[in-house]
């Protein structure tokens, strides 16, 4: 049951010092701390119990599904310069289509190359304008500025127009790109273009890493599926939204930004599957999470395939159609992701466990440690009966 404190946004802040902020990963991945959340009616104090993420495996049950999310970031940042030798920094977001795109294919071929991007500074640009793209041992890429784009804020720019897509930009951003590693992050190495991706990403098209996956590593992926656990992934490509903060108090009005998301047949199996054999679905990460409930959400409850944009708030009296558990980073203040996580075990006990991690020296953020949540920790008001096979 939720309280008219929980439809706040200020009832979601926190202080964190500094250096709670992780600034570089820890090795190996499963080396990572795991706070996991007691079952409900284990005691009245919200504690919880201090392990590694290595001890995860001992956490899932033989017939469990794992889902994880296989985007793949982008090496989306890059330096530029404009004629007068003025240096600007991009960050290059989605292919960009006019409105008339969708009802007209010759407009989606005039738009090929098209890329959103965020840029600094940004009154900088004007359309027309022309920049170069460097990089040390490359030569200058020439791209113009089309326009701007009102709600973002950002650039629309021409790339080659081959690069209608992010399969077929990546090799440009390979060799001229670096890792779009958040802004608290700000220890950068060249190992980040391999740490700050999952092991199983596979899709490009992130700016952002869904980082709870960051923690698997093949030796922790082999132990589970040699403990009968069964994998299956689904495709959300982190975007524009990771850097919008909330700023709607009551919560109630709340809107989020869309999100392209993939659920594939082969997952709707897996998850069938899974609830024949009396199996947990255990989401890794937030972005699982948001796939997986938006798609149900479009279709009653009931997980379809489905690919294409999907927009969905969690917040705390949200009733959860197909994810049971869930295994998460620490998140920032007054932000959705808190707000999805307090949806499974309550605002005012999340809190507490965020008082808990500070104090016993948790790692926050994309690099830093995770919680688990069990099935058996979430809230009975958050469980909806099932769909049945």
């Keep these: 049951m939720t309280t008219p404190a929980d439809q706040r946004l200020s009832s979601y802040d926190f202080h964190l010092p500094q250096e709670r902020i992780a600034q570089r990963p820890v090795e190996p991945r499963h080396a990572a701390r795991l706070l996991a959340v007691d079952p409900l009616g284990s005691g009245a104090a919200p504690h919880g119990r201090h392990l590694?993420?290595?001890?995860?495996?001992?956490?899932?049950?033989?017939?469990?599904?794992?889902?994880?999310?296989?985007?793949?970031?982008?090496?989306?940042?890059?330096?530029?310069?404009?004629?007068?030798?003025?240096?600007?920094?991009?960050?290059?977001?989605?292919?960009?289509?006019?409105?008339?795109?969708?009802?007209?294919?010759?407009?989606?071929?005039?738009?090929?190359?098209?890329?959103?991007?965020?840029?600094?500074?940004?009154?900088?640009?004007?359309?027309?304008?022309?920049?170069?793209?460097?990089?040390?041992?490359?030569?200058?890429?020439?791209?113009?500025?089309?326009?701007?784009?009102?709600?973002?804020?950002?650039?629309?720019?021409?790339?080659?127009?081959?690069?209608?897509?992010?399969?077929?930009?990546?090799?440009?951003?390979?060799?001229?790109?670096?890792?779009?590693l958040p802004p608290y992050i700000h220890e950068h190495d060249d190992s980040d273009n391999e740490r700050y991706q999952t092991r199983y990403a596979a899709r490009p098209g992130a700016v952002a890493a869904p980082t709870a996956g960051l923690h698997l590593s093949d030796a922790l992926l082999a132990a589970i599926r040699e403990r009968g656990v069964e994998l299956a992934t689904t495709t959300l490509h982190v975007g524009l939204g990771t850097f919008r903060p909330v700023e709607t108090e009551d919560l109630r009005h709340l809107e989020l930004h869309s999100e392209?998301?993939?659920?594939?047949?082969?997952?709707?199996?897996?998850?069938?599957?899974?609830?024949?054999?009396?199996?947990?679905?255990?989401?890794?990460?937030?972005?699982?999470?948001?796939?997986?409930?938006?798609?149900?959400?479009?279709?009653?409850?009931?997980?379809?395939?489905?690919?294409?944009?999907?927009?969905?708030?969690?917040?705390?009296?949200?009733?959860f159609a197909v994810v049971q558990g869930l295994l998460t980073n620490f998140h920032l203040p007054k932000s959705s992701l808190l707000l999805l996580v307090s949806a499974l075990i309550g605002r005012e006990r999340l809190l507490a466990l965020y008082a808990e991690a500070i104090e016993r020296q948790y790692r926050f953020f994309s690099y830093g440690d995770a919680m688990w949540i069990a099935p058996e920790a979430v809230l009975p008001s958050a469980v909806s009966q099932p769909t049945r096979p």
Excluded: M
């Design 260 to 319: 392209w998301v993939e659920v594939t047949p082969a997952l709707v199996e897996a998850v069938a599957a899974c609830r024949a054999r009396g199996g947990r679905v255990i989401a890794i990460g937030t972005t699982s999470v948001r796939s997986l409930e938006a798609v149900a959400r479009l279709h009653g409850g009931e997980l379809r395939p489905h690919t294409g944009p999907v927009n969905l708030v969690i917040q705390p009296g949200y009733r």
């Design 52 to 180: 590694s993420v290595w001890d995860l495996q001992q956490e899932l049950r033989p017939g469990d599904l794992l889902v994880v999310n296989d985007t793949r970031v982008l090496r989306a940042r890059l330096e530029a310069r404009r004629p007068t030798g003025g240096a600007v920094e991009v960050l290059v977001l989605e292919p960009w289509q006019p409105v008339s795109a969708a009802a007209d294919p010759a407009a989606v071929a005039a738009g090929a190359g098209r890329w959103l991007c965020l840029a600094k500074p940004a009154k900088k640009l004007q359309p027309g304008d022309r920049i170069e793209v460097v990089a040390d041992g490359k030569p200058p890429l020439p791209v113009q500025v089309l326009g701007s784009d009102p709600e973002t804020g950002g650039r629309i720019l021409q790339f080659p127009a081959d690069c209608s897509d992010a399969a077929a930009l990546e090799p440009l951003l390979i060799q001229y790109g670096a890792i779009p």
